[in-house]
């Protein structure tokens, strides 16, 4: 099912811009999201097809079936509850059925700690990209060799500085297990060739080193270690990184490099927007979507503040909510009873006018 379905069959029950232009945070380069409710249609729904959520191909349309709707609102969901409260100039389209939810009774205890928890979370996220951005990766990979010391005195020198310093070839390495110690192994070297040696990886891909047949009579070189622990922690991040590079929105990492800041300033911004909608849940009982400050909120966008100013900030908000939610006489949750009932007579009077 796809949203033209939706509306050439007279499905859709809600609709509305939502995000940077519904907050009243819209620049030019901003896009326009669209959030809406549909109802399936009753021999979907008898027959067992149930389908949550219908979207386009970028995301930017999203459409909740009803009964997924009324699930997220259940549980406090900040996108539901900002789509259900969304302004009046920003509502395409709004069935009368739709008003049966009240938003007052959504305004929760759990409401602006779930907004308050899901900011926290940015700010951990902004923390990995502050990490992924002032520590980028070489794209060329690293192999197990990079990993591998020679055993030096008192200390170890690298294997492959240790060959080179020599001209030999890691090719032309034997390495023999060492029994109860792990990572460790004798090293020898076939100088004419001819002994078969595996070398020390059969290949740069090579996640093992490789074990030869060493002749009796042959004489140890050295001993080698391998530092597998460090190794598998670097192709995981190496796996993690570029599989960041190649996700992330690229206009939007370029305004995170001029701003020189070095982390995701918008993601930032939103974190600060969704603690002080947290505070205003407790303090005035609603939910404002379009935010009274909009030139702060756009000088955090454009880099104005430290990342550790920020964080700061935003960990003061969160122990200020934490606080008023200790003394709010707010329900603690949404009245789980009447929201189902709602859903109940919102179907009965859906597929009523279908039968």
Known sequence: MTIDELRKNGLILFEAVVG????????????????GVFYLPLEYYLGGQYIAQVANASNDEVYYELGRFVELLSKSNPN??????????????????????????????????????????????????????????????KSLLDFCFIIAGHGSLSLKEWLSSRQWKQENCGLAKIEHAKGMYTLYYDQSQTLSYKGVVATLESNEVSCSSIPREETLCTYLFVNHEAYSSY????????????????????????????????????????LQQAKEI?????????????????????????????FVWSHELFEEIRELCL??????????VKLRQQLVNMRKQLYHVKL
């Open 235 to 274: 192709c995981k991040a190496y796996n993690e990184y570029f599989s960041w590079v190649s996700a992330r929105n690229e206009a939007r990492f370029e305004g995170t490099m001029n701003h020189g800041q070095g982390y995701d300033a918008k993601n930032m911004m939103h974190t600060i927007r969704l």
């Open 80 to 141: 539901i509850m900002e789509l259900l409260a969304s302004p009046a100039d920003c509502i395409v389209y709004k069935d009368p059925l739709v008003d049966q939810f009240k938003m007052q009774d959504f305004i929760t205890r759990e409401a602006a700690m779930t907004f308050a928890q899901y900011a926290m979370v940015q700010v951990r996220k902004a923390k990995g990209l502050n990490k992924k951005i002032n520590n980028p990766m070489d794209r060329e990979r």
């Open 282 to 310: 407790l303090s005035k009982r609603e939910l404002q979507i379009q935010r009274p400050n909009r030139e702060e909120l756009l000088r955090i966008k454009n880099g104005a503040c430290s990342y550790d100013e920020l």
């Open 20 to 35: 940077s232009r519904a907050y009243g945070l819209a620049t030019a380069s901003s896009d326009t999201d669209i959030r």
């Open 327 to 336: 003394h709010s006489f707010l329900p603690v949750t949404p009245d789980q």
